[in-house]
Structures are given as C-alpha cells and as structure tokens.
C-alpha cells in the first residue's frame, strides 16, 4: 500500500523549536481552529464592547453618585464578611468532610456541593421560606427576638454565604483529601493533640487552598445577584449591592451601569491574577 | 530476650490490616538499639506505627517503661501524642512550613511551653546536633544529612523514653550516608532508652544496631546479635543480605544431604537432623577442567547461568548440585574465559562450610 507522504516546509524558527522539545507539528487543524475563535470572539468581543462604551470622560461622575458608592461599599464589606463567616464555619465543615466518616456523609458533600449548580434564585426563594417572617425558622426569631432578616444586610450577607461558601469548602476539602496526612502523623507523635494539629500543621499546609478558597468565595460572593435579590430586595444603601445597581442602572442611567461593570471587570482581573498566582506558587490547585 | 522488666519497651501484639497480619513479640532494654531487618512488606514500619500509637494492635499489648500503651484485652490505648515516643520518619516528614528551629522546637511547642520557653528547649537539641547556623532555615533548603540530623533533634527535643527510626538513612545518598551514620551511632549511644531501628540494609544494621531482629512476612524468622546472623543465617533472604549461600539439608555425622538435590561433607561434630549449611562466596574454587584430587572435600560440577560485575570481583550464577552464588576475580573470568552455558567444576573445602542446627522459627 503505498501512503501519500505529507510535505510541509519548516521554518528555521519551528525547526529549532522541534529540535529543542520535539515533538510533532503543533499547529491547529482547520476544523479545531474556526470554533476555537469563534468562542474566542463570544468571550472576548463583550468585555472590548464594556471597555469601548464606557464613559471614559466622566467615569468619575458616574461612579460618585450617591448610590454608586453605596453599591460599591455595601458590595466590599458584604462580600468580606461572607468570606470570614465562610472561613470561620466553611473550613471546619470542610476537615469534617475530607477527614471523617460517618453515614450520610456522602448526602452531605452532595447538599453541600448543591448550591454551586442551584440557580441563586432558587437559593434565594429557600433562604425566604426559611427566613421570612412566616418561615419556619424566621417566624421564632422575630416571634422570640424581634428579628426579621428579609431585606436587611444580613440578608445580603446570608444570600451571599448561601451561594459562595460552597467554593469555599469544596477548595480547601480537596486540599485535605490530597494533603500528605504523614505531617500529621508526625506532629501526634511529637505530642500534639488533635486540635494542635489542626492549627499547627492542618491549617498551614493547605494555607495555598486556603487562600484561593477564600478568594474564589469573595469573588462570587461580590457577583451574587439572585438569591440576594429574592432574599434581600434592592433598598438602597441597605440591600442594593453592586450588580444589581448595575441592572437598575441599565434601565435609567446607561453610562453609570457601565461605570459600575468597569469596576466589577477590574476587581475581577484583580481576583484571576491573585488566584493565578497562588496557584502557580502553592502548586496545589485543588 | 531482655527478661520482663519495666524499664524497656515489650511487644507482645498482632496487628492485621487487611490480609497482612503481623505478629511479634520482642522486647528493647533501655540504651538497647534494637535493629528490626526485613524485606520490604514484612511489617517493620507496622510495628513501629504500632509502637508509636499510629495504628492499635489487633491482639496482644504494648508496654512501655511499665505503661501500657496499647492492650487489646482491656481496650487500653494511649493516643499517639500520649506516649513518650520520638520517632524519625522515613523521609523525616519535617514541616515544611516551620524553620528549623520551630521544628525541633514543636515537640516541646505542643506539649505545652509556650513559644519562648519552647525555643530555649529546643535550643539545647539544636547545638548538640550542630543545627546552629540551620536554625532559620526552611526543610527544603536542607541537604539529606541535614533533615536527617533536624528530624533526630525533633524526635529528641520531645524528651522521649523511646526512639524509633524508620530507614533514618535511606533517603541519603551514598556519599553522605556514612558520615550521617556515624555520627547516628554517636546519638543513640548517648540516648538512655530503648530505641527501634528499621532498615532493610544489613550493613546499617550490624554497624547500629546492638541487638538484631529478622521479620518475614510479619513473622520473625530470627534474632541474634549482627555477628551471629550475619555468620548463621537462618532464611535465604538474610543469607543473601550477608551474601552468603545457604542450604537446607540433613546432617548424619560429616555428610550433609542437601534438600535441594547434592550432598556435602562437613567437619563431623557429631549433629543429626536438620541443618543450616552456610557458604561464602569467596570460598569456593572453580575450575575448568575436574580438579586433581586434593585435600578439599567437596566437588562438584556446574553450568555458569550468569556473570555480574560487583565492584572488584566477578559474581558468579551457578547451576548444578547444589547451586551456587560464587565470587572470583576478573582475571580468572578472562583466563578460564568463563561465558554462560560454561560446565565447570566446583571446589570447598569441609572447613569453609559453616553447619548449625535449623532451629525453629519463632513462634508467633
């Protein structure tokens, strides 16, 4: 049988490239390489239409109105407090997930897990029926306490912890599963007693994890839209935060929406750089 | 065996995981080094878990200095970090996050002094294995005889009663590693409790070790001062370690027949029944054509199976009865132009044969 020999002509620059790593051809058939840019030109062509349209002249009048700022603040410490309450509770249930067993356990990463593909709306409506003054757990505490939740910041902040903690704890429970348990064995043998081991040797070494977790989780906390809304409403300065000022401000105020996207698309370049650079130097992308 | 004493650490235990099951019973007197020999899988880092409270026993106890550590009769267990245990880990496990200094000072750390207090405890470990000038140092940028020397100085810094060391000389390269061993005899001269040492280098085990144990297969096969094993192997594994031929046969006065085939004549001491025969490499004659009749009492004929290059001699492969493991020098390679598939015959005196009872494994 005799085969069609495939010619080609080499560069001088893919020559050497060739010779220094070997390898085969590494350029992109043709039926790879037209879908490749289309998705290429859909991602990219909508973020160069944010950057074309914005009101570069008077972005900082779009951005000071009253509301903007508001937004904006109300945005920044909602989203931390989301990431230190996720911390605080996220990481335990975490160890609890990676290192013990029990029944259920199985039941329990998937409900965990389950907010990551919900649609936040839907988080959103549970968070009311749970929550509201008529939810089963809300009615007691307005009934007990005084307290109603709905359309309060701690609202904001419940919606945002619904929907961003999860992030949270299914980066830092892979980081145990793959940690080396032998640091801890070491560390009881040398006298720590569990929750040393935890603080000491634990925590540090998927501090990497630790740290995009956390960083993943404050960036989907600062973007939650849904659930906040259903849950928490859009007052102003009380439940308004940044993307929904964005979608408020569309209808009214074009040119502020777009002022108020650019600073959500640089906070979010800021997040992919940092991530990208913990995990280019922990090596533990999990 | 150490009688029961209270001082020392006694093992009297099984531990099964899955369908391994090891099954011991020893005892370490303190300032002993107890050196645990084996293939790999035969349960020596096992046993150290065991002793160290990283897995229960399955049957039987654990003692230590007259605690009990582990029993599973009475369901009594002390925790890992309950028990006067330092352990130097294969590979050391070092925390890579903590310098130096907060390595060997973590023992102390974590039973309860406080971080300047620890410091100075630890201080003392750090000067007496030359750590100073390493102490702000992260585990990464040691060479292997340093993390060797800051994982004994961890181990130590804890005040242990009993010092357990898994292969402490395995991740060294050889350039290194006799130096590190030397000064490693030096240590556990001077630490006064009993100390178990895993290796599965039989080298490393006659130089540290006072008192030698063999495990196979979770059993041990035999235990003896280094010098006794290593001239009266009891099993084929530890015969190659020493680099010794050993035969399984039946004595009946200077004629040994061996089990597999071939008979030896041995210098009559008057044994009967089954017995050992051990043979050096080295002592073995070979010859192209049948030798002349001589004083020695042992020839035989062989095929050479293979050759390998040891480092100033050529090791011979030898098939016949019995087979053999020989050692001759390059030039008589080149001279009797020996090649595989070569007939040869093979020549011991009855003296160079060393033949000692078979003595019963341990029971477990």
Not at chain 1, 82 to 97: H, R
Not at chain 2, 111 to 125: E, N
Not at chain 2, 291 to 297: D, E, G, I, L, T
Not at chain 2, 322 to 347: F, H, R
């Given at each position: 049988?005799?085969?069609?020999?495939?010619?080609?002509?080499?560069?001088?620059?893919?020559?050497?490239?060739?010779?220094?790593?070997?390898?085969?051809?590494?350029?992109?058939?043709?039926?790879?390489?037209?879908?490749?840019?289309?998705?290429?030109?859909?991602?990219?062509?909508?973020?160069?239409?944010?950057?074309?349209?914005?009101?570069?002249?008077?972005?900082?009048?779009?951005?000071?109105?009253?509301?903007?700022?508001?937004?904006?603040?109300?945005?920044?410490?909602?989203?931390?407090?989301?990431?230190?309450?996720?911390?605080?509770?996220?990481?335990?249930?975490?160890?609890?997930l990676?290192?013990?067993?029990?029944?259920?356990q199985r039941l329990l990463r998937a409900l965990v897990t389950?907010?990551?593909?919900?649609?936040?709306?839907?988080?959103?409506?549970?968070?009311?029926?749970?929550?509201?003054?008529?939810?089963?757990?809300?009615?007691?505490?307005?009934?007990?306490?005084?307290?109603?939740?709905?359309?309060?910041?701690?609202?904001?902040?419940?919606?945002?912890?619904?929907?961003?903690?999860?992030?949270?704890i299914i980066?830092?429970e892979?980081?145990?599963?793959?940690?080396?348990?032998?640091?801890?064995?070491?560390?009881?043998?040398?006298?720590?007693?569990?929750?040393?081991?935890?603080?000491?040797?634990?925590?540090?070494?998927?501090?990497?994890?630790?740290?995009?977790?956390?960083?993943?989780?404050?960036?989907?906390?600062?973007?939650?839209?849904?659930?906040?809304?259903?849950?928490?409403?859009?007052?102003?300065?009380?439940?308004?935060?940044?993307?929904?000022?964005?979608?408020?401000?569309?209808?009214?105020?074009?040119?502020?929406?777009?002022?108020?996207?650019?600073?959500?698309?640089?906070?979010?370049?800021?997040?992919?750089?940092?991530?990208?650079?913990?995990?280019?130097?922990?090596?533990?992308?999990? | 065996?150490?009688?029961?004493?209270?001082?020392?650490?006694?093992?009297?235990?099984?531990?099964?995981?899955?369908?391994?099951?090891?099954?011991?019973?020893?005892?370490?007197?303190?300032?002993?080094?107890?050196?645990?020999?084996?293939?790999?899988?035969?349960?020596?880092?096992?046993?150290?878990?065991?002793?160290?409270?990283?897995?229960?026993?399955?049957?039987?106890?654990?003692?230590?200095?007259?605690?009990?550590?582990?029993?599973?009769?009475?369901?009594?267990?002390?925790?890992?970090?309950?028990?006067?245990?330092?352990?130097?880990?294969?590979?050391?496990?070092?925390?890579?996050?903590?310098?130096?200094?907060?390595?060997?000072?973590?023992?102390?750390?974590?039973?309860?002094?406080?971080?300047?207090?620890?410091?100075?405890?630890?201080?003392?470990?750090?000067?007496?294995?030359?750590?100073?000038?390493?102490?702000?140092?992260?585990?990464?940028?040691?060479?292997?005889?340093?993390?060797?020397?800051?994982?004994?100085?961890?181990?130590?810094?804890?005040?242990?009663?009993?010092?357990?060391?898994?292969?402490?000389?395995?991740?060294?390269?050889?350039?290194?590693?006799?130096?590190?061993?030397?000064?490693?005899?030096?240590?556990?001269?001077?630490?006064?409790?009993?100390?178990?040492?895993?290796?599965?280098?039989?080298?490393?085990?006659?130089?540290?070790?006072?008192?030698?144990?063999?495990?196979?297969?979770?059993?041990?096969?035999?235990?003896?001062?280094?010098?006794?094993?290593?001239?009266?192997?009891?099993?084929?594994?530890?015969?190659?370690?020493?680099?010794?031929?050993?035969?399984?046969?039946?004595?009946?006065?200077?004629?040994?027949?061996?089990?597999?085939?071939?008979?030896?004549?041995?210098?009559?001491?008057?044994?009967?029944?089954?017995?050992?025969?051990?043979?050096?490499?080295?002592?073995?004659?070979?010859?192209?054509?049948?030798?002349?009749?001589?004083?020695?009492?042992?020839?035989?004929?062989?095929?050479?199976?293979?050759?390998?290059?040891?480092?100033?001699?050529?090791?011979?492969?030898?098939?016949?009865?019995?087979?053999?493991?020989?050692?001759?020098?390059?030039?008589?390679?080149?001279?009797?132009?020996?090649?595989?598939?070569?007939?040869?015959?093979?020549?011991?005196?009855?003296?160079?044969?060393?033949?000692?009872?078979?003595?019963?494994?341990?029971?477990?």
């Amino acid at each position: 049988m005799v085969t069609r020999t495939a010619r080609s002509h080499l560069t001088a620059r893919e020559r050497a490239r060739r010779t220094a790593r070997g390898g085969v051809s590494r350029s992109v058939p043709a039926p790879l390489l037209a879908p490749a840019l289309i998705a290429i030109a859909f991602l990219v062509l909508p973020l160069a239409g944010l950057l074309i349209r914005a009101p570069w002249r008077h972005l900082g009048a779009a951005l000071s109105g009253a509301d903007a700022t508001q937004a904006l603040v109300l945005s920044l410490w909602t989203a931390s407090v989301t990431t230190g309450i996720s911390l605080v509770i996220g990481v335990p249930l975490a160890w609890v997930l990676a290192r013990s067993s029990f029944p259920g356990q199985r039941l329990l990463r998937a409900l965990v897990t389950l907010p990551l593909v919900l649609p936040p709306v839907v988080g959103g409506v549970a968070l009311l029926l749970a929550f509201s003054r008529v939810g089963f757990v809300g009615r007691y505490l307005d009934y007990w306490f005084g307290l109603t939740i709905p359309f309060t910041p701690l609202a904001v902040v419940m919606a945002e912890t619904f929907v961003a903690m999860p992030f949270l704890i299914i980066t830092v429970e892979g980081a145990l599963r793959s940690a080396d348990q032998g640091f801890e064995e070491a560390a009881a043998t040398l006298g720590a007693k569990r929750m040393t081991v935890f603080r000491r040797v634990t925590v540090p070494l998927v501090a990497p994890s630790l740290g995009a977790g956390a960083v993943l989780c404050w960036a989907r906390a600062l973007g939650e839209f849904g659930a906040t809304i259903t849950f928490a409403g859009s007052f102003p300065g009380q439940t308004e935060t940044m993307p929904i000022a964005v979608y408020y401000a569309l209808q009214t105020d074009p040119d502020a929406a777009i002022a108020l996207s650019l600073v959500l698309l640089v906070v979010s370049v800021v997040v992919l750089v940092s991530l990208r650079d913990r995990w280019l130097r922990g090596g533990s992308a999990s | 065996m150490t009688p029961e004493g209270s001082d020392g650490l006694i093992v009297d235990a099984e531990v099964s995981r899955g369908s391994f099951t090891l099954a011991v019973s020893l005892a370490a007197a303190p300032g002993q080094v107890l050196g645990l020999l084996g293939p790999n899988g035969a349960g020596k880092s096992t046993l150290l878990s065991a002793v160290a409270g990283l897995v229960p026993v399955s049957a039987g106890r654990i003692t230590l200095a007259g605690q009990v550590m582990d029993d599973a009769d009475t369901g009594a267990f002390v925790e890992a970090a309950g028990r006067p245990v330092g352990f130097v880990f294969q590979n050391y496990r070092l925390f890579p996050h903590l310098t130096v200094a907060d390595n060997v000072a973590f023992s102390p750390r974590a039973r309860g002094l406080g971080r300047r207090a620890a410091r100075s405890a630890a201080s003392h470990w750090i000067e007496r294995l030359r750590l100073a000038d390493l102490a702000d140092r992260k585990p990464d940028q040691l060479s292997g005889g340093q993390a060797q020397r800051v994982a004994l100085a961890r181990a130590l810094a804890g005040q242990p009663a009993l010092l357990l060391l898994d292969e402490p000389l395995s991740a060294l390269d050889a350039g290194t590693r006799l130096d590190v061993q030397a000064e490693l005899k030096r240590h556990l001269a001077e630490f006064t409790g009993p100390c178990l040492l895993v290796t599965h280098d039989p080298l490393e085990a006659l130089v540290l070790a006072d008192q030698l144990i063999v495990l196979e297969d979770g059993r041990i096969v035999q235990e003896g001062t280094p010098a006794q094993i290593a001239s009266k192997p009891a099993t084929g594994y530890v015969a190659k370690l020493v680099g010794l031929n050993l035969y399984a046969g039946h004595a009946d006065g200077s004629q040994v027949a061996l089990t597999g085939g071939g008979v030896f004549v041995v210098p009559d001491r008057g044994q009967h029944g089954d017995v050992l025969v051990a043979m050096r490499p080295s002592a073995v004659v070979v010859s192209s054509q049948h030798p002349q009749p001589s004083s020695a009492r042992n020839t035989w004929s062989a095929k050479v199976a293979g050759l390998t290059l040891l480092a100033d001699r050529v090791r011979l492969d030898l098939d016949g009865q019995p087979p053999a493991l020989v050692d001759v020098t390059p030039a008589a390679v080149a001279e009797l132009s020996l090649g595989p598939g070569m007939q040869v015959w093979l020549t011991v005196k009855a003296t160079d044969l060393e033949v000692y009872a078979h003595a019963d494994r341990q029971p477990a």
